[in-house]
């Protein structure tokens, strides 16, 4: 599936930044450079074509952010899109937080299929009428109209952040976000916009002694009071709002011990987690640093119960991904609705799947030579060195300008969402 307006097809601001299914996973929202905000729905099933089930097309497209410039910093806001977050659907309507490096915004996207026709005070026009032509009064009659999809913006949270946003996240309350910066987390209330509460502030006093930024930061799932936020240093703070106002005081410090054999240059780099994700059932949180995901369970802090590896033949190459940037790559990680299965991307369109309970991974592709639909993704092998088998592909041939950074799991069934670079990819179990 490709991204809308071809027109601008391969321009930077089309490169897709965010990929967020709701909660529902009858919507699936895409966010990109250019600040627009892309929406696609779920085909209803018909019964001459039960196979086009599942099929997403474009429900809704708008500009969500404007670039901007901070005068008094001198400084160029970019308009792209860091994350997307759903709340769940109360009405009709739905809503959804989107927000670049500064400002948050809640959208309300909503139908409209019928409008009013036979108004008292207005001609057919929508001039106004002189009241003393008016001699009878006629009742306004609702006529079908085409279907019009409006996105409005309901709110805007501004003015909170210093630093760049790298995440917000909803809380199970459904009252209140949290939204974090390299240094700050503040949490918000979705009626008021003019102010937030800081609840986590790493700053140091003085800026040159600073060690560590945050990356990601989430909510627990079920509990309203606890969050989590993940730091460049490789560890995890769980904190606890209960426990007191402002949450610099973690309750729970996950780390794990760096094996000295693998010391090297790139270790405080490839050890910055770039996401952190509770797992549906909030037992367990992932992480995903340059090399790996690990999975940890709550209750035991000093090293994960589980760790893949997503690249590892990347280690003996860490030099020249340094030299070309690619090692400051943010990649994400999402689980599976039941939790059993965990997806992250990597390098040459490539992305990774780890069944939990198998231990079975598979490499994926997604590309335009094999994305015809209903086409079956052949898994994909990489090899270092020696000598190279015909399905193969060697480890010096990977395009590293090929990256899927972001990718989304349906909240209840195997349909996949994966951005690669410009385009976007949903991929579904083969219904038999």
Avoid at 379 to 388: I, N, Q
Wanted: proline share 4%; with cysteine.
């Amino acid at each position: 599936m490709n991204y809308p307006d071809e027109s601008i097809y391969g321009s930077k601001a089309d490169i897709i930044s965010t990929v967020e299914f709701n909660h529902t996973g009858e919507l699936l929202a895409t966010g990109d450079k250019g600040g627009r905000v892309v929406i696609f729905q779920r085909e209803q099933e018909s019964k001459n074509q039960v196979h086009r089930r599942g099929e997403y097309n474009v429900y809704s497209t708008f500009q969500s952010h404007e670039p901007e410039f901070d005068y008094l910093k001198s400084l160029e806001i970019e308009e792209k899109i860091n994350k997307i977050r759903w709340l769940p659907q109360q009405n009709a309507a739905y809503f959804l937080l989107s927000t670049n490096d500064k400002t948050v915004k809640l959208w309300k996207v909503s139908e409209r299929d019928k409008r009013p026709e036979g108004y008292n005070l207005k001609d057919e026009e929508g001039r106004l009428r002189d009241p003393a032509t008016i001699t009878t009064l006629r009742v306004p009659v609702l006529r079908p109209m085409d279907l019009m999809v409006e996105a409005t913006p309901r709110r805007v949270f501004a003015n909170a952040h210093t630093y760049h946003i790298n995440s917000i996240s909803v809380n199970s309350d459904y009252e209140t976000y949290m939204s974090a910066d390299d240094l700050r987390i503040n949490l918000w209330n979705f009626e008021i916009t003019n102010q937030s509460f800081n609840i986590v502030d790493i700053k140091p006093a003085n800026m040159e002694e600073l060690t560590e930024v945050i990356t990601a930061a989430e909510f627990h799932p079920h509990h309203c009071n606890t969050f989590v936020y993940s730091s460049s240093k490789g560890t995890i703070r769980l904190c606890d709002m209960r426990a007191s106002a402002l949450c610099d005081r973690h309750t729970k410090f996950f780390e794990e011990p760096e094996d000295p054999s693998n010391r090297s240059f790139f270790s405080e780099i490839i050890s910055s987690i770039s996401d952190v994700k509770f797992s549906h059932s909030g037992r367990y949180i992932m992480t995903r640093d340059y090399l790996t995901v690990k999975v940890w369970d709550l209750n035991m802090e000093n090293r994960p119960i589980e760790t893949y590896q997503v690249h590892d033949y990347l280690r003996s190459k860490l030099c020249s991904l340094y030299e070309n940037d690619c090692i400051f790559d943010k990649f994400e990680c999402v689980w599976n609705g039941s939790d059993s299965v965990i997806m992250t991307g990597s390098y040459n369109n490539f992305f990774r799947m780890f069944d939990r309970n198998t231990k079975r991974d598979v490499t994926l592709e997604a590309s335009r030579e094999n994305s015809k639909p209903r086409a079956i993704l052949k898994p994909r092998k990489v090899c270092v060195g020696g000598k190279r088998r015909k399905d193969e592909i060697s480890v010096d041939s990977l395009d590293f300008s090929k990256k899927i950074l972001h990718t989304a799991w349906h909240p209840s069934e195997n349909i996949i969402a994966v951005a690669a670079t410009n385009n976007l990819y949903i991929f579904q179990d083969k219904v038999n």
